[in-house]
Protein backbone atom coordinates (compact mmCIF):
# COMPACT_ATOMS: atom_id res chain seq x y z
CA UNK A 1 0.00 0.00 0.00
CA UNK A 2 1.41 3.62 -0.62
CA UNK A 3 2.06 5.69 2.10
CA UNK A 4 -0.56 8.26 2.32
CA UNK A 5 0.78 11.83 2.68
CA UNK A 6 -0.99 15.64 3.47
CA UNK A 7 0.72 18.31 3.06
CA UNK A 8 0.20 21.14 5.22
CA UNK A 9 1.49 24.92 4.35
CA UNK A 10 1.81 27.19 7.19
CA UNK A 11 0.57 30.75 5.91
CA UNK A 12 -0.66 32.36 9.25
CA UNK A 13 2.10 34.46 10.58
CA UNK A 14 1.56 38.53 9.95
CA UNK A 15 5.68 38.34 9.35
CA UNK A 16 6.20 41.65 12.05
CA UNK A 17 9.67 41.86 11.13
CA UNK A 18 8.50 42.96 7.88
CA UNK A 19 6.45 46.06 8.87
CA UNK A 20 4.23 45.47 6.36
CA UNK A 21 0.46 45.67 6.19
CA UNK A 22 0.70 42.58 3.64
CA UNK A 23 0.74 39.48 4.79
CA UNK A 24 4.69 38.12 4.31
CA UNK A 25 3.90 35.20 2.46
CA UNK A 26 2.07 37.32 -0.16
CA UNK A 27 5.27 38.90 -0.59
CA UNK A 28 6.63 38.30 -4.55
CA UNK A 29 9.88 36.63 -5.53
CA UNK A 30 10.42 36.43 -9.20
CA UNK A 31 6.67 38.38 -9.83
CA UNK A 32 4.71 35.48 -7.26
CA UNK A 33 3.90 35.69 -3.86
CA UNK A 34 6.13 33.58 -1.75
CA UNK A 35 3.30 31.23 -1.17
CA UNK A 36 2.29 30.40 -4.51
CA UNK A 37 5.90 29.19 -4.76
CA UNK A 38 5.41 26.84 -2.54
CA UNK A 39 2.10 25.63 -3.67
CA UNK A 40 3.93 25.43 -7.03
CA UNK A 41 6.48 23.04 -5.53
CA UNK A 42 3.32 21.13 -3.92
CA UNK A 43 1.89 20.58 -7.51
CA UNK A 44 5.29 19.52 -8.76
CA UNK A 45 5.16 16.81 -5.75
CA UNK A 46 1.52 16.01 -6.87
CA UNK A 47 2.50 15.00 -10.60
CA UNK A 48 5.48 12.61 -9.61
CA UNK A 49 3.94 9.32 -9.60
CA UNK A 50 5.54 7.34 -6.88
CA UNK A 51 5.19 3.71 -6.09
CA UNK A 52 5.84 3.81 -2.89
CA UNK A 53 3.79 6.96 -1.74
CA UNK A 54 0.72 9.56 -2.66
CA UNK A 55 0.01 13.02 -2.28
CA UNK A 56 -3.36 12.62 -0.68
CA UNK A 57 -4.34 16.62 0.20
CA UNK A 58 -2.86 19.52 1.07
CA UNK A 59 -3.65 21.99 3.93
CA UNK A 60 -2.43 25.50 4.01
CA UNK A 61 -3.47 27.75 7.49
CA UNK A 62 -4.12 31.09 6.90
CA UNK A 63 -4.67 33.93 9.82
CA UNK A 64 -3.39 37.22 9.27
CA UNK A 65 -5.12 38.84 6.48
CA UNK A 66 -6.04 35.28 5.48
CA UNK A 67 -8.68 36.61 3.08
CA UNK A 68 -6.36 38.18 0.77
CA UNK A 69 -4.33 35.05 0.83
CA UNK A 70 -6.83 33.05 -0.18
CA UNK A 71 -7.63 35.42 -2.97
CA UNK A 72 -4.15 35.35 -4.08
CA UNK A 73 -4.47 31.65 -4.45
CA UNK A 74 -7.54 31.23 -6.25
CA UNK A 75 -6.26 34.03 -8.53
CA UNK A 76 -3.26 32.47 -8.92
CA UNK A 77 -5.05 29.06 -10.69
CA UNK A 78 -3.05 26.58 -8.75
CA UNK A 79 -6.06 25.32 -6.65
CA UNK A 80 -7.90 24.46 -9.77
CA UNK A 81 -4.45 22.69 -10.87
CA UNK A 82 -3.89 20.72 -7.83
CA UNK A 83 -7.34 19.35 -8.00
CA UNK A 84 -6.95 18.13 -11.20
CA UNK A 85 -4.24 16.15 -10.12
CA UNK A 86 -6.56 14.50 -7.98
CA UNK A 87 -4.99 16.63 -4.81
CA UNK A 88 -7.50 18.40 -3.18
CA UNK A 89 -6.66 22.20 -1.64
CA UNK A 90 -8.07 22.84 2.56
CA UNK A 91 -8.03 25.72 3.85
CA UNK A 92 -7.77 26.43 7.77
CA UNK A 93 -8.02 29.26 9.99
CA UNK A 94 -5.35 30.10 12.62
CA UNK A 95 -7.23 33.45 14.43
CA UNK A 96 -4.43 34.04 16.68
CA UNK A 97 -0.66 33.62 15.66
CA UNK A 98 0.39 31.73 18.91
CA UNK A 99 3.38 29.29 17.20
CA UNK A 100 3.79 27.50 14.17
CA UNK A 101 2.79 24.73 16.43
CA UNK A 102 -0.48 26.12 17.11
CA UNK A 103 -1.05 26.71 13.48
CA UNK A 104 -0.57 22.87 13.08
CA UNK A 105 -3.39 22.15 15.41
CA UNK A 106 -5.76 24.30 13.16
CA UNK A 107 -5.27 21.64 10.61
CA UNK A 108 -4.68 18.32 12.55
CA UNK A 109 -8.43 17.53 12.77
CA UNK A 110 -8.33 17.42 9.06
CA UNK A 111 -5.28 14.72 9.28
CA UNK A 112 -5.87 11.21 8.91
CA UNK A 113 -4.42 8.84 11.79
CA UNK A 114 -1.56 7.08 9.33
CA UNK A 115 0.65 8.25 7.01
CA UNK A 116 2.64 11.09 7.25
CA UNK A 117 2.21 15.36 7.34
CA UNK A 118 4.65 16.94 5.16
CA UNK A 119 5.03 21.02 7.28
CA UNK A 120 6.22 23.47 5.11
CA UNK A 121 6.25 26.95 5.33
CA UNK A 122 4.91 29.95 3.25
CA UNK A 123 7.97 32.29 3.77
CA UNK A 124 10.84 29.19 2.82
CA UNK A 125 9.57 30.15 -1.35
CA UNK A 126 12.62 28.32 -2.96
CA UNK A 127 12.17 24.82 -1.90
CA UNK A 128 12.11 22.43 -5.14
CA UNK A 129 10.08 19.18 -5.65
CA UNK A 130 13.25 17.28 -6.15
CA UNK A 131 14.63 17.79 -2.81
CA UNK A 132 11.20 17.42 -1.44
CA UNK A 133 11.41 14.09 -2.86
CA UNK A 134 14.60 12.99 -1.55
CA UNK A 135 13.30 13.76 1.71
CA UNK A 136 10.04 11.89 1.18
CA UNK A 137 12.27 8.91 0.48
CA UNK A 138 14.06 8.78 3.92
CA UNK A 139 11.27 7.56 5.44
CA UNK A 140 10.94 4.20 3.44
CA UNK A 141 13.28 1.26 5.79
CA UNK A 142 12.70 -2.36 3.11
CA UNK A 143 10.80 -0.49 0.85
CA UNK A 144 8.13 0.23 3.67
CA UNK A 145 7.40 3.67 5.11
CA UNK A 146 8.24 3.80 8.42
CA UNK A 147 4.95 4.86 10.70
CA UNK A 148 6.74 6.06 13.09
CA UNK A 149 9.69 7.97 11.64
CA UNK A 150 10.20 11.84 11.43
CA UNK A 151 12.40 13.47 9.21
CA UNK A 152 13.73 16.80 8.93
CA UNK A 153 14.98 18.90 6.34
CA UNK A 154 18.19 20.63 7.75
CA UNK A 155 21.50 22.40 6.21
CA UNK A 156 24.94 23.47 7.00
CA UNK A 157 25.12 26.89 6.89
CA UNK A 158 27.95 29.62 7.50
CA UNK A 159 25.61 31.99 9.37
CA UNK A 160 22.77 29.88 11.31
CA UNK A 161 21.78 33.22 13.03
CA UNK A 162 17.55 33.39 13.33
CA UNK A 163 17.21 29.84 12.48
CA UNK A 164 16.59 27.01 15.13
CA UNK A 165 19.62 24.61 15.63
CA UNK A 166 19.19 21.00 15.43
CA UNK A 167 20.71 19.17 18.51
CA UNK A 168 22.15 15.44 18.05
CA UNK A 169 23.64 13.00 20.50
CA UNK A 170 27.56 13.38 20.23
CA UNK A 171 27.64 10.00 20.65
CA UNK A 172 25.15 8.34 18.21
CA UNK A 173 24.75 11.80 16.04
CA UNK A 174 20.69 10.99 16.55
CA UNK A 175 18.74 14.30 16.31
CA UNK A 176 17.30 14.92 19.80
CA UNK A 177 15.22 17.78 19.17
CA UNK A 178 15.37 21.35 17.89
CA UNK A 179 16.50 24.79 19.91
CA UNK A 180 15.38 28.37 18.84
CA UNK A 181 17.88 31.29 18.72
CA UNK A 182 15.80 32.85 20.90
CA UNK A 183 16.25 30.17 23.35
CA UNK A 184 19.67 29.02 22.92
CA UNK A 185 22.85 28.82 24.73
CA UNK A 186 25.60 30.35 23.65
CA UNK A 187 26.60 27.13 23.06
CA UNK A 188 24.06 25.84 20.69
CA UNK A 189 24.19 28.80 19.03
CA UNK A 190 27.51 27.79 17.98
CA UNK A 191 25.61 24.72 16.06
CA UNK A 192 26.05 25.44 12.08
CA UNK A 193 23.05 22.65 11.39
CA UNK A 194 19.93 24.76 11.47
CA UNK A 195 16.27 24.15 10.97
CA UNK A 196 14.74 24.55 7.95
CA UNK A 197 11.41 24.27 8.95
CA UNK A 198 10.04 21.67 6.65
CA UNK A 199 9.75 18.01 8.11
CA UNK A 200 7.81 14.86 8.08
CA UNK A 201 5.76 13.71 10.78
CA UNK A 202 3.70 10.61 11.28
CA UNK A 203 0.05 11.26 11.59
CA UNK A 204 -0.29 8.56 14.55
CA UNK A 205 1.43 10.01 16.83
CA UNK A 206 1.15 13.80 16.16
CA UNK A 207 -2.45 14.51 17.61
CA UNK A 208 -1.00 13.50 20.87
CA UNK A 209 2.40 15.11 20.32
CA UNK A 210 0.85 18.58 19.20
CA UNK A 211 -1.90 18.40 22.59
CA UNK A 212 1.83 17.94 25.29
CA UNK A 213 3.44 21.23 23.54
CA UNK A 214 3.56 24.21 25.83
CA UNK A 215 4.22 27.73 25.47
CA UNK A 216 6.79 27.91 28.02
CA UNK A 217 9.84 29.56 26.16
CA UNK A 218 11.25 32.71 25.41
CA UNK A 219 8.05 33.64 22.73
CA UNK A 220 5.33 32.37 24.66
CA UNK A 221 4.66 30.42 21.57
CA UNK A 222 3.46 26.36 20.84
CA UNK A 223 6.26 25.86 19.31
CA UNK A 224 5.89 23.07 16.48
CA UNK A 225 10.16 21.94 16.85
CA UNK A 226 9.59 20.64 20.38
CA UNK A 227 8.01 17.99 18.83
CA UNK A 228 11.12 16.71 17.34
CA UNK A 229 12.71 16.23 21.15
CA UNK A 230 9.05 14.59 22.34
CA UNK A 231 9.71 11.68 19.15
CA UNK A 232 13.51 11.46 20.47
CA UNK A 233 12.26 11.00 24.28
CA UNK A 234 9.45 8.42 23.28
CA UNK A 235 11.68 6.36 21.22
CA UNK A 236 10.99 7.33 17.94
CA UNK A 237 13.38 7.81 15.01
CA UNK A 238 13.64 11.08 13.47
CA UNK A 239 15.81 11.63 10.88
CA UNK A 240 18.04 14.63 10.19
CA UNK A 241 18.29 14.57 6.69
CA UNK A 242 20.88 18.08 5.26
CA UNK A 243 20.39 19.55 2.21
CA UNK A 244 23.53 21.27 0.53
CA UNK A 245 21.43 23.71 -1.53
CA UNK A 246 21.24 26.67 0.83
CA UNK A 247 18.87 28.57 -1.62
CA UNK A 248 15.99 26.34 -1.02
CA UNK A 249 15.83 26.29 2.54
CA UNK A 250 16.75 30.28 3.11
CA UNK A 251 13.51 31.40 5.06
CA UNK A 252 12.30 35.49 5.03
CA UNK A 253 11.93 36.91 8.08
CA UNK A 254 12.80 40.50 7.21
CA UNK A 255 12.68 42.72 4.12
CA UNK A 256 16.28 43.18 3.43
CA UNK A 257 16.11 39.21 4.01
CA UNK A 258 13.56 38.87 0.68
CA UNK A 259 15.50 41.40 -1.13
CA UNK A 260 18.51 39.08 -0.83
CA UNK A 261 16.82 35.92 -2.00
CA UNK A 262 15.12 38.02 -4.70
CA UNK A 263 18.87 38.41 -6.07
CA UNK A 264 19.77 35.13 -5.32
CA UNK A 265 16.90 33.56 -7.25
CA UNK A 266 16.88 36.06 -9.99
CA UNK A 267 20.51 34.66 -10.18
CA UNK A 268 19.91 30.92 -9.94
CA UNK A 269 17.08 31.84 -13.48
CA UNK A 270 20.03 33.67 -14.87
CA UNK A 271 21.88 31.12 -14.77
CA UNK A 272 20.05 28.33 -15.78
CA UNK A 273 18.90 30.47 -19.12
CA UNK A 274 22.74 30.66 -19.57
CA UNK A 275 23.09 27.53 -19.69
CA UNK A 276 20.14 26.72 -22.21
CA UNK A 277 22.34 29.11 -24.67
CA UNK A 278 20.75 32.63 -24.07
CA UNK A 279 23.05 35.38 -23.84
CA UNK A 280 22.05 37.31 -20.79
CA UNK A 281 24.86 40.12 -21.06
CA UNK A 282 25.16 40.70 -16.85
CA UNK A 283 22.79 37.79 -14.92
CA UNK A 284 23.55 40.52 -12.10
CA UNK A 285 21.06 42.75 -13.70
CA UNK A 286 18.84 40.82 -14.55
CA UNK A 287 15.13 40.27 -14.03
CA UNK A 288 12.11 37.84 -14.31
CA UNK A 289 8.56 38.75 -12.70
CA UNK A 290 6.46 36.12 -14.04
CA UNK A 291 7.77 33.36 -16.80
CA UNK A 292 10.48 33.62 -19.51
CA UNK A 293 10.57 31.17 -22.56
CA UNK A 294 13.07 31.96 -24.65
CA UNK A 295 13.84 30.12 -28.44
CA UNK A 296 17.61 29.97 -29.31
CA UNK A 297 20.43 32.90 -29.77
CA UNK A 298 18.42 35.28 -27.76
CA UNK A 299 20.63 38.28 -26.47
CA UNK A 300 19.40 39.95 -23.79
CA UNK A 301 21.15 43.09 -22.35
CA UNK A 302 21.36 45.11 -19.05
CA UNK A 303 18.79 46.02 -16.75
CA UNK A 304 15.54 44.48 -18.95
CA UNK A 305 12.53 43.61 -16.64
CA UNK A 306 9.95 40.60 -17.66
CA UNK A 307 7.26 40.53 -16.34
CA UNK A 308 3.98 38.26 -16.86
CA UNK A 309 4.39 35.80 -19.53
CA UNK A 310 7.08 36.59 -22.15
CA UNK A 311 8.15 35.48 -25.22
CA UNK A 312 11.23 35.76 -27.02
CA UNK A 313 11.53 34.60 -30.40
CA UNK A 314 14.65 32.66 -32.07
CA UNK A 315 17.44 35.24 -32.14
CA UNK A 316 15.39 38.16 -30.82
CA UNK A 317 17.96 40.84 -29.07
CA UNK A 318 16.35 43.30 -26.34
CA UNK A 319 18.40 45.62 -25.53
CA UNK A 320 19.32 48.02 -22.33
CA UNK A 321 16.39 49.01 -20.03
CA UNK A 322 13.38 47.78 -21.50
CA UNK A 323 10.29 46.34 -20.02
CA UNK A 324 8.35 43.29 -21.51
CA UNK A 325 5.34 42.64 -19.91
CA UNK A 326 3.33 40.09 -21.17
CA UNK A 327 4.29 40.35 -25.01
CA UNK A 328 5.67 37.78 -27.52
CA UNK A 329 8.25 39.18 -29.81
CA UNK A 330 8.93 36.94 -32.80
CA UNK A 331 12.25 35.83 -34.70
CA UNK A 332 14.85 37.97 -35.42
CA UNK A 333 13.50 41.37 -33.85
CA UNK A 334 15.47 43.72 -32.03
CA UNK A 335 13.94 45.77 -29.40
CA UNK A 336 15.88 48.61 -28.95
CA UNK A 337 17.00 50.64 -25.42
CA UNK A 338 14.23 51.85 -23.37
CA UNK A 339 11.43 50.46 -24.49
CA UNK A 340 8.10 49.48 -22.93
CA UNK A 341 5.51 47.17 -24.14
CA UNK A 342 2.71 45.81 -22.26
CA UNK A 343 0.38 42.76 -23.81
CA UNK A 344 2.26 43.44 -27.39
CA UNK A 345 2.22 40.80 -29.78
CA UNK A 346 5.61 42.16 -31.86
CA UNK A 347 5.91 40.31 -35.85
CA UNK A 348 9.10 38.97 -36.70
CA UNK A 349 12.05 40.53 -38.41
CA UNK A 350 11.07 43.83 -37.14
CA UNK A 351 12.90 46.92 -35.04
CA UNK A 352 11.44 49.00 -32.19
CA UNK A 353 12.44 51.32 -30.46
CA UNK A 354 15.10 52.88 -28.46
CA UNK A 355 12.40 54.75 -26.58
CA UNK A 356 8.85 53.02 -27.85
CA UNK A 357 5.83 52.28 -26.76
CA UNK A 358 3.85 49.41 -26.97
CA UNK A 359 0.11 49.60 -24.90
CA UNK A 360 -1.70 46.87 -24.60
CA UNK A 361 -3.66 45.22 -28.05
CA UNK A 362 -0.76 45.60 -30.54
CA UNK A 363 -0.02 43.97 -32.50
CA UNK A 364 3.05 44.37 -35.29
CA UNK A 365 3.07 42.25 -38.05
CA UNK A 366 6.43 41.36 -39.74
CA UNK A 367 9.07 43.63 -40.56
CA UNK A 368 7.68 46.67 -38.92
CA UNK A 369 9.83 49.48 -37.94
CA UNK A 370 8.60 51.31 -34.64
CA UNK A 371 11.33 54.16 -33.38
CA UNK A 372 11.61 56.40 -30.95
CA UNK A 373 8.75 58.19 -29.20
CA UNK A 374 5.80 56.29 -30.92
CA UNK A 375 3.09 54.91 -28.71
CA UNK A 376 0.48 52.61 -29.96
CA UNK A 377 -2.39 51.32 -28.44
CA UNK A 378 -5.31 48.70 -29.56
CA UNK A 379 -3.44 49.07 -32.94
CA UNK A 380 -2.69 46.17 -35.36
CA UNK A 381 0.00 47.10 -38.40
CA UNK A 382 0.58 45.23 -41.68
CA UNK A 383 3.81 44.19 -42.84
CA UNK A 384 6.59 45.87 -43.93
CA UNK A 385 5.14 49.41 -42.21
CA UNK A 386 6.91 51.80 -40.50
CA UNK A 387 5.99 54.41 -38.10
CA UNK A 388 9.99 55.79 -37.21
CA UNK A 389 9.56 59.11 -35.45
CA UNK A 390 7.15 60.49 -32.31
CA UNK A 391 3.43 59.40 -33.69
CA UNK A 392 0.47 58.41 -31.39
CA UNK A 393 -1.21 55.48 -33.09
CA UNK A 394 -4.45 54.36 -30.86
CA UNK A 395 -7.50 52.12 -32.03
CA UNK A 396 -6.20 51.65 -35.74
CA UNK A 397 -5.87 48.90 -38.47
CA UNK A 398 -2.81 49.83 -40.58
CA UNK A 399 -2.19 47.69 -43.32
CA UNK A 400 1.02 46.99 -45.36
CA UNK A 401 3.92 48.96 -46.72
CA UNK A 402 2.81 52.18 -44.87
CA UNK A 403 4.17 55.00 -43.94
CA UNK A 404 3.63 57.12 -40.80
CA UNK A 405 5.15 60.14 -41.08
CA UNK A 406 7.01 61.74 -37.97
CA UNK A 407 4.74 63.79 -35.97
CA UNK A 408 1.23 61.91 -37.08
CA UNK A 409 -1.60 61.45 -33.80
CA UNK A 410 -4.98 59.00 -34.13
CA UNK A 411 -7.17 61.54 -32.85
CA UNK A 412 -9.06 58.77 -31.28
CA UNK A 413 -11.09 60.04 -28.08
CA UNK A 414 -13.51 62.50 -28.57
CA UNK A 415 -13.53 63.00 -24.58
CA UNK A 416 -16.54 60.24 -24.19
CA UNK A 417 -16.21 57.40 -26.90
CA UNK A 418 -13.06 55.93 -29.01
CA UNK A 419 -12.90 55.83 -32.54
CA UNK A 420 -11.43 53.20 -35.38
CA UNK A 421 -8.81 54.89 -37.77
CA UNK A 422 -8.11 52.75 -40.64
CA UNK A 423 -5.06 53.69 -42.89
CA UNK A 424 -5.10 50.52 -45.82
CA UNK A 425 -2.02 49.20 -47.67
CA UNK A 426 0.34 51.30 -49.32
CA UNK A 427 -0.81 54.43 -47.92
CA UNK A 428 1.80 57.61 -46.71
CA UNK A 429 0.98 59.51 -44.11
CA UNK A 430 2.56 62.75 -44.46
CA UNK A 431 4.45 64.38 -41.35
CA UNK A 432 2.22 66.06 -38.68
CA UNK A 433 -0.86 64.99 -39.65
CA UNK A 434 -4.18 64.19 -37.60
CA UNK A 435 -6.39 61.86 -38.35
CA UNK A 436 -9.61 62.50 -36.44
CA UNK A 437 -10.94 59.61 -35.78
CA UNK A 438 -13.20 57.58 -37.31
CA UNK A 439 -11.85 58.13 -40.54
CA UNK A 440 -10.42 55.86 -43.50
CA UNK A 441 -7.15 56.36 -45.63
CA UNK A 442 -7.91 54.55 -48.54
CA UNK A 443 -4.95 52.30 -50.29
CA UNK A 444 -2.13 53.80 -51.70
CA UNK A 445 -3.22 57.32 -50.63
CA UNK A 446 -0.81 60.58 -49.94
CA UNK A 447 -1.82 62.85 -46.91
CA UNK A 448 0.40 66.03 -47.64
CA UNK A 449 2.25 67.11 -44.46
CA UNK A 450 0.09 69.10 -41.72
CA UNK A 451 -3.05 67.42 -42.77
CA UNK A 452 -6.25 67.27 -40.16
CA UNK A 453 -8.34 64.19 -41.74
CA UNK A 454 -11.65 64.64 -40.71
CA UNK A 455 -13.27 62.78 -43.90
CA UNK A 456 -11.78 59.69 -45.47
CA UNK A 457 -9.28 60.12 -47.58
CA UNK A 458 -9.48 58.46 -51.07
CA UNK A 459 -7.54 55.65 -52.88
CA UNK A 460 -4.28 56.59 -54.68
CA UNK A 461 -5.06 60.58 -54.35
CA UNK A 462 -3.22 63.28 -52.82
CA UNK A 463 -5.28 65.00 -49.59
CA UNK A 464 -4.28 68.13 -47.81
CA UNK A 465 -5.81 70.00 -45.49
CA UNK A 466 -3.53 72.96 -44.86
CA UNK A 467 -3.64 76.21 -45.73
CA UNK A 468 -2.20 77.40 -49.49
CA UNK A 469 1.06 78.72 -48.79
CA UNK A 470 1.69 82.33 -49.61
CA UNK A 471 4.50 84.97 -49.67
CA UNK A 472 3.55 88.80 -49.03
CA UNK A 473 6.15 90.81 -51.15
CA UNK A 474 7.47 94.41 -49.10
CA UNK A 475 5.38 93.17 -45.83
CA UNK A 476 7.28 94.69 -43.25
CA UNK A 477 7.75 93.30 -39.13
CA UNK A 478 6.30 96.14 -36.67
CA UNK A 479 9.77 97.09 -34.35
CA UNK A 480 10.36 98.35 -31.64
CA UNK A 481 11.93 101.43 -30.80
CA UNK A 482 15.96 100.13 -29.89
CA UNK A 483 17.30 100.59 -26.29
CA UNK A 484 20.51 102.02 -26.25
CA UNK A 485 22.78 101.35 -23.31
C1 LIG B 1 10.78 28.81 12.28
C2 LIG B 1 11.25 27.63 13.14
C3 LIG B 1 12.78 27.62 13.15
C4 LIG B 1 13.29 27.51 11.72
C5 LIG B 1 12.72 28.61 10.84
C6 LIG B 1 13.05 28.31 9.41
C7 LIG B 1 9.60 27.22 14.90
C8 LIG B 1 9.23 27.43 16.31
N1 LIG B 1 10.73 27.78 14.47
O1 LIG B 1 11.22 30.01 12.91
O2 LIG B 1 13.25 26.51 13.90
O3 LIG B 1 14.71 27.56 11.72
O4 LIG B 1 11.29 28.69 10.94
O5 LIG B 1 12.66 29.35 8.55
O6 LIG B 1 8.89 26.53 14.19
N2 LIG B 1 3.21 30.66 11.24
C9 LIG B 1 1.85 30.46 11.38
N3 LIG B 1 1.27 30.72 12.58
C10 LIG B 1 1.98 31.15 13.66
C11 LIG B 1 3.35 31.34 13.51
C12 LIG B 1 3.95 31.09 12.30
O7 LIG B 1 1.17 30.08 10.44
O8 LIG B 1 1.37 31.34 14.71
C13 LIG B 1 3.83 30.42 9.94
C14 LIG B 1 4.39 31.68 9.32
O9 LIG B 1 3.45 32.29 8.46
C15 LIG B 1 5.60 31.20 8.57
C16 LIG B 1 6.04 29.94 9.31
O10 LIG B 1 4.93 29.55 10.09
O11 LIG B 1 5.29 30.86 7.24
C17 LIG B 1 7.25 30.18 10.20
O12 LIG B 1 6.96 31.17 11.17
P1 LIG B 1 8.04 32.21 11.68
O13 LIG B 1 7.42 33.00 12.76
O14 LIG B 1 8.61 32.95 10.55
O15 LIG B 1 9.13 31.23 12.32
P2 LIG B 1 10.69 31.48 12.48
O16 LIG B 1 10.93 32.39 13.61
O17 LIG B 1 11.28 31.85 11.19
CA1 LIG C 1 10.44 32.43 9.22
Known amino acids: MKNPLHVVVLAAGRGKR ?17 LEHVLGTVLELASNQSPSWVLEAVHVVRGFSGDAVRAAIEASGLESALSKQGVELFWHEQTEQRGTGHALMQAQGALPSSGHSLILFGDVPLIEAKSLIEMIERLFLDGHASEDRSVILSAMIDEPKGYGRIMR ?74 ISDALQIQGVNTLTQLIALERAFQRRLADRLLAQGVKIFDPNRFDVRGSLECDSDVYIDINVIFQGRVRLGRGVRVGAHCVLIDTEVGEGTEILPFTHCESALIGPRSRVGPYARLRPGTE ?69 SQLVAPVRVGAGATLGAGTTLTKDAPAGELTVSRAKQLSIAGWKRPSKAIKKS
Open 18 to 34: MHSDIAKVLHPIGGRAM
Open 364 to 432: LGEENHVGNFVEFKAAKMGAYSKANHLAYVGDALVGSRVNIGAGTITCNYDGANKHQTVIEDDAFIGSD
Open 169 to 242: DPESGDVTGIVEERDATEAQRKIAEINSGMMLLPNRHLGRWLSQLSDNNAQSEYYLTDVIAMAHQQGHPVIGHP
